[in-house]
Nanobody, 127 residues
């Protein structure tokens, strides 16, 4: 049974930083990929950053240069360091995990590829 629990959301001003964490249980890292998604009110859930079972990383264009995804397997924790935050980054952020998702072809950031989801962490960025 895979369980994911996010923490670290909050409110910051534009230009600020936040770090999200996702503690995972039941994940087999040799076969699972993990990712961060976000969903703003009235918008579809979108992939932000993902890491596959080989350590390959993919970022959405909106996250490149500002966000960093990392996975600490010893602590079973997926993290997302977010710098230079903008009001457009305001959303509910979700941790996701799924088996056999390849970094090739953009699958790593596709919503439908993931089987397990956390409850979400709210991020609000004010101008």
């Amino acid at each position: 049974q895979v369980q994911l629990a996010e923490s670290g959301g909050g409110s910051v001003q534009s230009g600020g930083s936040l770090r999200l964490s996702c503690v995972a249980s039941g994940v087999t890292y040799t076969s699972y990929s993990m990712a961060w998604f976000r969903q703003a009110p009235g918008k579809e859930r979108e992939g932000v950053a993902g890491i596959d079972r080989y350590g390959n990383i993919m970022y959405a264009d909106s996250a490149k240069g500002r966000f960093t995804i990392s996975l600490d397997k010893a602590k079973n924790t997926l993290s997302l360091q977010m710098n230079s935050l903008k009001p457009d980054d305001t959303a509910m952020y979700y941790c996701a995990a799924g088996p056999w998702i390849s970094a090739g072809g953009g699958f790593l950031l596709r919503f439908g590829e993931y089987r397990y989801w956390g409850q979400g962490a709210q991020v609000a960025v004010s101008s």
